[in-house]
């Protein structure tokens, strides 16, 4: 059974910073492809980072880039996602994904495991 859960959000200030944490388990996901995508009420569940271990390739959607970066601790099987400079609408519920995939996927169909999600809120 795979399954990913996060951690790590909560409320901060505009400008502030959050580490969000994805633990795999079931599995090592050294080489899977993962990704981040976070859904603000009433919207659809939107892009943020995606990473492809094994080509070495990540991706970020235009409005994060500079801010926000995806990495991994191996030997904890932990994803992460460190946000800085939050902004008001970076506000929504943020989930990892996972699939075994050799390639980059930046939309939620590509991806085979959810986690549950964790909540961000920036307030300005």
Do not use: H
């Not at 899977?32 to 859904?39: E, I, L, N, S, T």
């Not at 995939?101 to 961000?120: A, C, E, S």
Request: aromatic share 12%.
């Amino acid at each position: 059974q795979v399954q990913l859960v996060e951690s790590g959000g909560g409320l901060v200030q505009a400008g502030g910073s959050l580490r969000l944490s994805c633990a795999a388990s079931g599995r090592t996901f050294s080489s899977y492809a993962m990704g981040w995508f976070r859904q603000a009420p009433g919207k659809e569940r939107e892009f943020v980072a995606a990473v492809s271990w094994s080509l070495g390739s990540t991706e970020y959607t235009d409005s994060v880039k500079g801010r926000f970066a995806m990495y991994r601790v191996s030997a904890k099987n932990t994803v992460y996602l460190q946000m800085n400079s939050l902004k008001p609408e970076d506000t929504a519920v943020y989930y990892c994904a996972a699939s075994p995939k050799q390639q980059t996927i930046t939309t939620p169909r590509g991806y085979d495991y959810w986690g549950q999600g964790t909540q961000v809120t920036v307030s300005s």
